[in-house]
């Protein structure tokens, strides 16, 4: 399979950053699973953002002559699962689009990275993690918003700055922002301590077993 060798090591768009030397994905600085061929299928289509990328062309540079695939199932399977990985909609896309019996284009925005903002580890923060905690909240509220996703918690931000309660209300709609009781007891899986937030798994309630982010500032109780 081929590597694709005159784009810059590091792209970035939207939250999102490829490594394409290491063939990793980030998302908000977070790694993003990705098999081999979807990896290779999204770098490719990288080199040539805004162009088409054509079936027989995505053939050629990742399948050997002599290796016999079914290619349009292999294909397909490699686009979806591409498709989940950076969340995006066949329908309505806003990375990779679909041209019918022609092949692919990516539509984002492509910059080349500085560098990839992977996150700091921390011997403190990493103590915390497997650690039960307890859910808090501001005032008299007895709920916590919580996001389900980096690009949720990066939205929410925003909204909050511009006190767009509207917006808060569609994201709440949506389920991308959890109403979590005050109290809910939370497992810590990861800590993010350049950013001040952590991934949990609530362990009670209407929201038991999902995974959200939540600032370190919203937990109490450490057990």
């Given at each position: 399979m081929a590597t694709p060798g005159c784009s810059p090591p590091v792209l970035r768009f939207d939250v999102f950053e490829v490594d394409l030397r290491a063939c990793e994905l980030y998302k908000a600085g977070r790694k993003i699973k990705l098999q081999v061929l979807p990896f290779q299928t999204l770098a490719l289509l990288l080199e040539r953002p805004g162009e088409i990328v054509r079936r027989e062309e995505l053939q050629k540079k990742l399948w050997s002559a002599d290796t016999f695939v079914d290619f349009?199932?292999?294909?397909?399977?490699?686009?979806k699962k591409l498709r989940q990985a950076l969340g995006d909609n066949k329908k309505k896309p806003r990375f990779v689009e679909t041209l019918?019996?022609?092949?692919?284009?990516?539509?984002?925005?492509?910059?080349?990275?500085?560098?990839?903002?992977?996150?700091?580890?921390?011997?403190?923060?990493?103590?915390?993690?497997?650690?039960?905690?307890?859910l808090s909240a501001d005032g008299?509220?007895?709920?916590?918003?919580?996001?389900v996703d980096e690009e949720t918690a990066a939205e929410r931000e925003k909204l909050d700055a511009a006190n767009d309660d509207v917006g808060l209300s569609l994201l709440i709609a949506s389920q991308r922002l959890l109403m979590v009781a005050k109290g809910t007891q939370v497992r810590i899986l990861e800590v993010h301590s350049t950013q001040s937030r952590c991934q949990v798994r609530i362990l009670e309630g209407e929201h038991y077993g999902k995974t959200a982010l939540v600032l370190l500032g919203e937990l109490a109780e450490l057990a």
């Open positions: 349009d199932h292999s294909l397909n399977t490699a686009i019918p019996k022609r092949g692919y284009r990516f539509i984002g925005a492509v910059e080349p990275a500085a560098r990839l903002a992977k996150p700091e580890k921390d011997p403190a923060a990493a103590s915390k993690v497997g650690r039960i905690a307890k008299k509220l007895a709920f916590t918003l919580v996001s």
